[in-house]
């Protein structure tokens, strides 16, 4: 793997490279005819093949295109948990970061050097994936390739910047307000690692509703805050 510029070492920052790395699993591109590889059979592979310890970085890397899905399923499944106040204010910002890269239009994901660093042992990575594996076999019963209807970078754009609004909303510090928001990611999240456009409609319905409900609570609390003062 290569870092984006010669100056990122010396900027404290690591990239995951645009270009897959020689010996990556192989991602799913706007153009590909056939059957992608799943989410759990990339993630035992992952798994199988490790030597030692497994970066976030491997596992980005491995995921190619579709490590923009999965961290977004990952990230939002913290805010599904009720959660103290104030909290959604750190455990929403992984979900901005990820939505306004794919505003940005990047082919894979980037993280900071200390979280792209981070490691698994492989012995710990098995049993994760063990432990998820029904889980994750059971939503690609009825989750799979179908209708994708993200086909160019300009409606992958459009698209991020709903999702990155989304995101905006998990951030704010409404009581229970989260949770709607977060499923939602969550359903695009999956929808994507898959290319189920079924999913991915789904997860956008949910989410408009979040919006509506969230314009409606600020609203309210708008007139309330007018009234009292």
């Given at each position: 793997m290569t870092?984006?510029?010669?100056?990122a070492a010396g900027s404290g920052k690591t990239f995951v490279n645009d270009i897959p790395a020689a010996g990556s699993v192989p991602g799913i591109s706007a153009d590909h005819d056939?059957?992608?590889e799943s989410l759990s059979d990339l993630l035992k592979k992952l798994a199988d093949e490790a030597r030692g310890r497994v970066t976030l970085r491997d596992i980005a890397e491995a995921l190619d295109e579709r490590s923009f899905g999965a961290f977004l399923l990952v990230f939002s499944i913290p805010n599904l948990i009720p959660l103290p106040p104030g909290?959604?204010?750190?455990?929403?910002?992984?979900?901005?970061?990820?939505?306004?890269?794919?505003v940005a239009g990047r082919n894979k994901i980037w993280l900071?050097?200390?979280?792209?660093?981070?490691?698994?042992e492989k012995r710990t990575l098995v049993k994760i994936?063990?432990?998820a594996d029904p889980w994750l076999k059971w939503m690609e019963a009825w989750v799979r390739p179908r209708n994708w209807p993200l086909s160019n970078p300009f409606?992958?754009?459009?698209?991020?910047?709903?999702?990155?609004?989304?995101?905006?909303?998990?951030?704010?510090p409404i009581p229970f307000g989260n949770w709607l928001p977060a499923f939602a990611i969550a359903m695009i999240g999956l929808a994507q690692t898959e290319r189920d456009g079924n999913c991915l409609a789904i997860g956008s319905i949910v989410g408009m509703i979040a919006i509506l409900i969230f314009g409606l609570i600020a609203l309210l609390t708008t007139a309330l805050f007018t009234s009292v003062v």
């Open positions: 870092d984006e510029s010669d100056g056939q059957h992608p909290a959604t204010l750190i455990l929403g910002l992984p979900l901005v970061f990820i939505a306004w890269q794919i900071p050097e200390r979280l792209a660093n981070y490691a698994l994936v063990r432990r409606v992958e754009r459009l698209f991020g910047i709903y999702t990155l609004v989304l995101a905006l909303v998990v951030v704010v």
